[in-house]
């Protein structure tokens, strides 16, 4: 019996040490794994769950930072940056969400609705912040501070930041070139939320605004706020100063700017106060052919881009937007048909390929109507003729029956060959948003063309150009064959005065002619401005100028006037296109702008400026184009 009890002990003290091994082995796995694990996350992983860790108690509020400035090449400053404030709230300071957004709704004349749509589309979804405050009144009005500042005790959730806001010192100024800053949008984040933008971010839009966006957008700073686990703010532990964004250094003269929206201006007013009712658009576009760079560029109608600070006005949007689009570029995104600034193009063609002498003579009278399909010379409509003319006075004359002879000789290729070699059918390069119009200049693949339709062709009827691509070009012909690629910017400089980006003169194209075809061009379109059809608007202008009229056909609207040329004609300084949306004859409406562009880059000082300052006068008293 004691023996058996012995054996029994035995047996549950053998069972107890087993299990206790065991405890043993699996407590020492556990802690094993477990000082494994501690080493991995406190170790190996420290860093980052320490980083993880700081990200959950410190919220990143960005403090705006100012756009950089542009200035024009003269160090004059067309836009700038102000401070204003901004009534923000933070939803998640808000004690009784509901009576403090109806007090705001009272105090900002803002409806509930608005408040609370503004409030989630900065602060919820992938690129909105919870805790950073969401903008519900911009460039608030100092009444409606003060309103908000009286009711900061019932109004836990609402702050009044001061913030940068665009400047323009000079009001619509190359507001065509400049653009406009708004608010990004939900698509513009889809493409730029990787590049750190969030929703109550501004972004430039059009023109060079968003063009250099990159250079002119600058670096935030930010506020460190710690939160809890709610995201709600418990207070500020850091704070970084943002870094305004760079300086545009532009090519463009403020002064020569100035002197082409003025003229445009003027010029409209005066066709539309006549007999081109219609003529409410036009452009104008100053090059130096050496460089490419821009001296004005000009659409009209224009518009102030302070309008877009903060918001657009009804009011505003109506006047920019109905009618005659005040956002459309017409220098740049426009493309017309030339008329008779096309035929210096056809007459290089004809000459390059020998189909025509300079010596030959051509009869420009009603007689000769029927060799060319019933086609009419325009001073017919005068009762005047051309009478016998070579080539060099059909130009001076803008004679179209030269030129019908011309396309008669010539194949649609060999014209569109010639204009392509300079650069029309093609971008310019320039740097801007939107991207600028290609134009047409169509050939044989694009299109069969019937024998009268290459008489059109030959008087620029059958292509589309834009102002700028016109001023390129004929910058090609001043410098005979080489045409820069045309440029806004000059230098990019940091708010340190570190340049980052320069523009060098840069050859886009070369046209390589014959001197005779450069020489018969730069005389015969010196003729155009002395005693041709762009002579009395010349009148009097003391440095030789060489140039060419258009007036192109634009059914059923009266037709397009233009002007393009340079001076001095013997040493290209700067080289001008003007456009006048159905404003006539070139002569009369186109290059009156033109001198007046010249006049005030060359400063001159004219008894008879007066006389050809920009105003209309009637076509049939002075040489047709």
């Not at 400049?178 to 839009?205: A, H, M, N």
């Not at 003729?385 to 004359?397: F, I, K, V």
């Not at 012909?477 to 003169?505: D, F, K, N, W, Y």
Request: a neutral charge.
């Amino acid at each position: 019996m004691n023996m058996n009890i012995m054996d029994m002990m035995d047996r549950t003290q053998k069972g107890f040490e087993r299990r206790l091994r065991t405890f043993q082995i699996v407590a020492m796995a556990l802690l094993i794994v477990l000082v494994g694990r501690l080493w991995q996350l406190q170790v190996m992983r420290g860093d980052y769950f320490k980083s993880r860790s700081t990200a959950n108690r410190i919220a990143v509020v960005p403090v705006s930072a100012p756009r950089g400035l542009m200035v024009d090449r003269n160090g004059e400053v067309l836009v700038t940056s102000r401070m204003a404030h901004t009534v923000s709230a933070m939803p998640q300071e808000f004690q009784d969400r509901q009576s403090e957004v109806e007090l705001l709704s009272r105090l900002l004349g803002m409806t509930s609705e608005e408040i609370e749509a503004k409030i989630e589309g900065q602060t919820q979804g992938k690129y909105g912040v919870p805790y950073q405050p969401a903008r519900l009144l911009e460039d608030a009005p100092a009444e409606i501070v003060m309103r908000i500042s009286e009711h900061r005790v019932d109004l836990p959730g609402v702050i009044i930041e001061e913030e940068p806001y665009r400047s323009y010192p000079h009001g619509m100024l190359a507001g065509a070139i400049i653009g406009y800053v708004g608010q990004i949008s939900q698509d513009e984040l889809k493409q730029l939320g990787d590049r750190g933008y969030r929703g109550r971010d501004r972004i430039g839009k059009t023109g060079l605004e968003r063009e250099f966006e990159e250079y002119l957008r600058g670096q935030d700073g930010i506020t460190q706020i710690e939160v809890d686990s709610l995201s709600r703010p418990r207070g500020t532990v850091g704070f970084t100063e943002p870094v305004g964004g760079a300086t545009l250094v532009l090519t463009i003269d403020a002064r020569v700017q100035r002197a082409a929206e003025e003229a445009l201006r003027s010029q409209l007013a005066s066709l539309a106060a006549g007999k081109y009712k219609n003529a409410r658009a036009g452009a104008a576009v100053a090059i130096d052919p050496r460089t490419g760079e821009i001296l004005a560029l000009a659409s009209e109608p224009g518009y102030d881009p302070g309008w877009f600070v903060p918001k657009i006005s009804e009011e505003n949007w109506r006047r920019v937007s109905t009618g005659v689009s005040a956002l459309f570029n017409r220098a740049v995104s426009g493309a017309y048909p030339p008329g008779s600034t096309f035929k210096p193009f056809t007459a290089m063609a004809a000459l390059e390929s020998g189909q025509v002498s300079l010596d030959e003579r051509f009869l420009c009278t009603p007689s000769v109507s029927s060799r060319y399909f019933g086609k009419k010379c325009s001073a017919w409509s005068s009762g005047r003729t051309h009478g016998n003319q070579n080539l060099a006075q059909g130009m001076a004359n803008s004679c179209n029956v030269v030129f019908y002879e011309l396309g008669r000789r010539l194949t649609a290729d060999q014209m569109a060959a010639m204009a392509k070699a300079f650069g029309l059918s093609y971008p310019t390069g320039l740097r801007y948003t939107p991207p600028e119009s290609t134009g047409a200049v169509p050939d044989s693949a694009t299109r069969e063309f019937m024998p009268g339709e290459r008489l059109s062709y030959a008087i620029g009827q059958q292509v589309t150009v834009t102002p700028l691509q016109m001023a390129a070009a004929y910058g090609g012909i001043a410098m005979r064959g080489s045409i820069c690629t045309p440029h806004l910017v000059r230098q990019v400089v940091t708010p340190e005065g570190s340049v980052v980006a320069e523009s060098e003169p840069e050859l886009a194209r070369s046209a390589d002619l014959s001197k005779k075809t450069w020489d018969f061009l730069h005389a015969s379109l010196t003729e155009v401005t002395r005693t041709g059809t762009a002579a009395w608007a010349f009148s009097g202008f003391p440095i030789p100028t060489a140039g060419k009229t258009g007036t192109a056909q634009s059914p059923p609207g009266d037709s397009h006037a233009w002007f393009a040329g340079w001076a001095p004609a013997s040493d290209p300084e700067i080289v001008v296109a003007v456009l006048i949306e159905q404003g006539g004859g070139g002569g009369t409406a186109a290059a009156p702008v033109a001198r007046a562009i010249m006049e005030a880059y060359f400063g001159s000082k004219l008894a008879g400026a007066e006389q050809s300052g920009g105003q209309a006068a009637d076509e049939d008293s002075f040489p047709l184009d």
